[in-house]
C-alpha cells in the first residue's frame, strides 16, 4: 500500500528532495565566508531543484535531425556559441534557459544511444583539456563516464584509458561506454578498476593530457542527503578529501608526459579542495606550472557565472537563476619539459 502510494507520488512528481540541515548549516557557515554575499544567491539555486538545468550533449556516432528539430521546439540553442580557444565541430551541446531535464533516453539493445543529460559546466574541464586526435588520455575517476563520452565528442584519441576504482560504478561506466561509441572505436578504450593513486607509478610519463574529475564534496547531493548520520559522518571527514585529491594529482602529474597537460576538476564550492589543493601542488612540485584558461573563461563568461578574484589557470562556476550551471571548479596544470619528474 505504502509503496503504492509512493509510486503514484513520484508517477506525479510529487516526491520533493529534502534539504539536510545539518549539511546546509555546515554548507552556510563555511560559505559565506568563502563566497560572502554572493552565497545567498548560490544557496538559493543549489537548495531548488526545480531550478536545475541539464544540458543535452549530442552523440556524434548517432543522432538525428529529427532530434535537433526536435530540441530547437524545446526552445534549446546551441551551448559555446562565442568563439572558444578550442571548441570542435563535432560537440554538441543544447542547452536551455528554462529549467527541468529533456527525456532520458532508455536503453536499446544494438543501438547507440543518441544523446547525454549533463551539466553544462562539465564540459568546460573537458574542453580545457584540448585533446587532439592521436593522443594517449587518462580519466583516472571516470565513472559514470559524461566526461570520458564528451571526450570523444571532440577528438578521437590513440588510447583511452577510463579508470575508476569504485567496481559497481566501474560497471556503470563500461555501460556507458557501450551505449555511446561504437564497437569499432571501442579497441582505443581501455577500462580499469585502480586506485588512481598508484597509476603514476604503473604508468610513467605514459600520457600527453589526464583529466582528474577528482572525487569531492559534491554539494548538489550532499545537500539533499536523506541520512543525517551518513552526512554528519561525511562532514566530520570532509577535510580527509583533500589529502586524496593532493595524492590524486601526484599520481596524475606522474602519468603525464613532460610538456603534457592535466585538467582537475570538482564540483564542490570548498576553497579547501579547489583553488588550496591546487596551490599546494603548484608550491610543493618542481616540474608542474599552471597554465592560462583566461581567454577560454572570458568567451563563456555570458553562458555561465563565473566566480571573481580567481587566478588565471582556473575558473569557478557558480549556478545562478536560469544560468543553473556548476557548481565546478577547474584548474589546468602543465608538466614541465626540463625537470624530473
Ligand atoms: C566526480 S566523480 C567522476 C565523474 C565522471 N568524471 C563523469 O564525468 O561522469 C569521481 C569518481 O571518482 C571515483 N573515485 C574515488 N576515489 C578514487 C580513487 N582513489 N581512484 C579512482 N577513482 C576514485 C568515485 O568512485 C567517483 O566515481
Request: charged share 25%; proline share 4%; net charge neutral.
Amino acid at each position: 500500500m505504502v509503496s503504492q502510494t509512493i509510486l503514484k507520488a513520484k508517477s506525479e512528481g510529487k516526491l520533493q528532495k529534502q534539504i539536510c540541515k545539518v549539511v546546509l548549516d555546515h554548507f552556510e557557515k563555511q560559505y559565506i565566508k568563502e563566497l560572502g554575499d554572493v552565497w545567498t544567491t548560490v544557496r538559493e539555486v543549489l537548495s531548488s531543484p526545480q531550478c536545475w538545468q541539464y544540458a543535452v550533449l549530442l552523440n556524434k556516432f548517432n543522432y538525428s535531425s529529427e532530434l535537433e528539430k526536435d530540441l530547437h521546439l524545446k526552445g534549446y540553442r546551441r551551448a559555446f556559441q562565442e568563439p572558444l580557444p578550442y571548441l570542435p565541430e563535432s560537440l554538441k551541446c543544447y542547452i536551455s534557459s528554462t529549467p527541468g531535464r529533456f527525456l532520458a533516453q532508455k536503453h536499446r539493445v544494438g543501438k547507440l544511444k543518441e544523446y547525454y543529460l549533463l551539466n553544462a559546466a562539465s564540459l568546460l574541464a573537458v574542453l580545457a583539456l584540448e585533446v587532439k586526435d592521436g593522443e594517449k588520455v587518462l580519466d583516472m575517476c571516470a565513472a559514470p563516464g559524461g566526461k570520458s563520452i564528451a571526450l570523444l565528442q571532440c577528438a578521437c584519441p590513440g588510447l583511452l584509458h577510463c579508470n575508476e576504482y569504485d567496481s559497481l560504478r566501474s560497471r556503470w561506466l563500461q555501460e556507458t561506454l557501450e551505449s555511446f561509441i561504437p564497437a569499432s572505436l571501442m579497441n582505443t578504450i581501455t577500462v580499469d578498476e585502480l586506485d588512481g593513486r598508484c597509476i603514476g607509478d604503473l604508468h610513467p610519463n605514459a600520457f600527453d593530457k589526464v583529466l582528474l574529475d577528482a572525487p569531492c564534496s559534491n554539494d548538489k547531493s550532499w545537500l539533499f542527503s536523506s541520512d543525517i548520520q551518513q552526512a554528519t559522518e561525511m562532514i566530520s571527514h570532509r577535510k580527509e578529501l583533500s589529502t586524496i585529491q593532493v595524492q590524486l594529482l601526484r599520481s596524475a602529474i606522474k602519468a603525464l608526459h613532460p610538456g603534457g597537460s592535466l585538467v582537475y576538476s570538482t564540483c564542490t564550492l570548498s576553497r579547501a579542495e579547489n583553488s588550496d589543493t591546487i596551490n599546494h601542488i603548484l608550491n610543493s612540485s618542481s616540474n608542474i606550472v599552471p597554465e592560462d584558461i583566461s581567454e577560454m573563461a572570458s568567451a563563456v563568461s555570458w553562458e555561465f557565472t563565473l566566480a571573481d578574484g580567481i587566478q588565471k589557470h582556473e575558473l569557478l562556476v557558480l549556478p545562478e537563476r536560469g544560468k543553473a550551471w556548476g557548481p565546478m571548479y577547474m584548474a589546468k596544470l602543465k608538466k614541465a619539459l626540463s625537470k624530473e619528474n
